[in-house]
């Protein structure tokens, strides 16, 4: 059973980096399979954003809206990936989730519990 | 981008309801359009993906269809549990996009 977990800062000051990990248990983020493993986010009583994701080896794809900020990243020894978003302000403020996404077209399953990451200083 | 579009917004139902949600596209997506249930707190979960396929474990009362830029989630029979927000998502082009999100409320 795949499960997976996020981890990191709950209080991000502005301008700052906000940077969070996903360990992920019960599969390999290194596998053979071409899964994208995702980064979104959910801001309070708001919709779904996708924020990017990783696949093999290294590549990434990110929502161009958050392009020039973000970066996903992947450590295969520790079966982890991580995301930074660099600059933030209060409207980063959101609860952030990452997630499997087996193939590219199909959806995300499964979700990590998701983290709340305030912006204030 | 595409834009996802769900209606409506939210809906009043009984237990044992019949409930449709709608999700239209801005461009044809083919058949690559999930469905997803999100209650208070916790993360989404797969319902339906590519338009009308079952995820494992997902009671059968649920049911998805469409193709191109329409589609539709239905629950034959409204179960206490299923109360939820429930979320469309686009598979078809990156970025991956959501609608609004229909909330449906006893």
């Known amino acids: 059973q795949v499960q997976l977990q996020e981890s990191g800062p709950g209080v991000v000051k502005p301008s700052q980096t906000l940077s969070l990990t996903c360990t992920v248990s019960g599969a390999s983020i290194s596998s053979r399979g071409i899964y994208y493993w995702s980064w979104l986010r959910q801001p309070a009583g708001k919709g779904l954003e996708w924020i990017g994701h990783i696949y093999t080896r290294g590549s990434a794809n990110y929502n161009p809206s958050l392009k020039s900020r973000v970066t996903i990243s992947a450590d295969t020894s520790k079966n982890q990936f991580s995301l930074k978003l660099t600059s933030v302000t209060a409207a980063d403020t959101a609860v952030y989730f990452c997630?499997?996404?087996?193939?590219?077209?199909?959806?995300?399953?499964?979700w990590g519990q998701g983290t709340l990451v305030i912006v204030s200083s | 981008d595409i834009q996802m579009t769900q209606s409506p917004s939210s809906l009043s139902a009984s237990v044992g309801d019949r409930v449709t949600i709608t999700c239209r596209a801005s461009?044809?997506?083919?058949?690559?359009l999930n469905w997803y249930q999100q209650n208070p707190g916790k993360a989404p979960k797969l319902l339906i993906y590519t338009a009308s396929n079952l995820h494992s474990g997902v009671p059968s009362r649920f049911s998805g269809s469409g193709s191109g830029t329409d589609f539709t989630l239905t629950i034959s029979s409204l179960q206490p549990e299923d109360f939820a927000t429930y979320y469309c998502q686009q598979g078809y082009s990156t970025p991956q996009t959501f609608g609004q999100g229909t909330r449906v409320e006893i």
């Open positions: 461009q044809s997506i083919s058949i690559y």
């Open positions: 997630a499997r996404m087996p193939g590219e077209r199909s959806g995300f399953d499964p």
